[in-house]
């Protein structure tokens, strides 16, 4: 199968899975694409397309402003975060990120399978958010997958159904805007990439308007 095609296929089903649950984007696609493309070449390009449907699916959800205030300290948590894991991506070897790629996947079905249910006391939800933020920039930069760690987080301190979809939502959106923004000032992100990435949302747009019509259906 060309890669043009599996990259195609990839994004979309990645699309795909981020319009029905909200999250899962770079699990889902992230794989595909290193089957067919260096998988530090993968991440960078899914990097736009990644921005992209997280803006979508904040901009879907029922906005509550005031649900992201609790979340102040994870936001400032971000910066620190993706500007690390984009240096890690940059420096590292193709297999050690082929092997934090496998790990990320693995920590992420985990969660999945146990959904662990953990409720934090309120004097811990400002620095375990930091901690949280940073984690998260680290692993949107060096994987393109944050998503277990998030959202167990957001669950633990009381967010449910809309908010917990606007909160996945808008910091993916806040995340992988400087992922972006990185990237290119690490100079992972040129203008070939910029433009591969930019096709590549052709396939995201196709996925995330099907899933979006799922998720309908199931509701």
Do not use: H
Not at 6 to 18: E, I, P, R, S, T
Not at 117 to 145: C, D, W
Not at 151 to 163: E, N, Q
Request: glycine fraction near 12%.
């Amino acid at each position: 199968m060309p890669a043009l095609v599996v990259v195609a296929l990839g994004v979309f089903f990645g699309g795909f899975v981020k319009a029905t649950l909200g999250l899962g984007f770079g699990v889902a696609s992230t794989p595909i694409l290193s089957l067919v493309l260096n998988p530090r070449l993968a991440i960078t390009i899914l990097s736009i397309p990644s921005f992209v449907s997280s803006l979508w699916v904040a901009a879907q959800a029922a906005r509550n402003w005031r649900a992201l205030r609790p979340l102040g300290p994870l936001v400032a948590g971000l910066l620190p975060g993706v500007i690390l894991g984009a240096w890690a991506l940059k420096m590292l070897p193709i297999r050690w990120v082929q092997v934090v790629v496998g790990a990320l996947v693995v920590s992420y079905v985990l969660a999945t399978v146990f959904n662990p249910e953990l409720r934090l006391p309120a004097g811990l939800v400002k620095p375990v958010g930091f901690v949280v933020g940073v984690v998260t920039g680290v692993l949107v930069s060096l994987g393109n997958i944050a998503g277990p760690i998030l959202a167990v987080y957001l669950r633990s301190i009381g967010y449910v159904k809309s908010d917990f979809v606007f909160g996945v939502g808008a910091i993916l959106t806040i995340s992988t805007g400087g992922q972006v923004a990185s990237y290119v000032i690490a100079g992972l992100l040129g203008p070939t990439e910029i433009l591969y990435g930019m096709l590549a949302c052709i396939s995201l747009a196709a996925g995330m308007v099907l899933g979006f019509a799922f998720q309908a259906r199931l509701s």
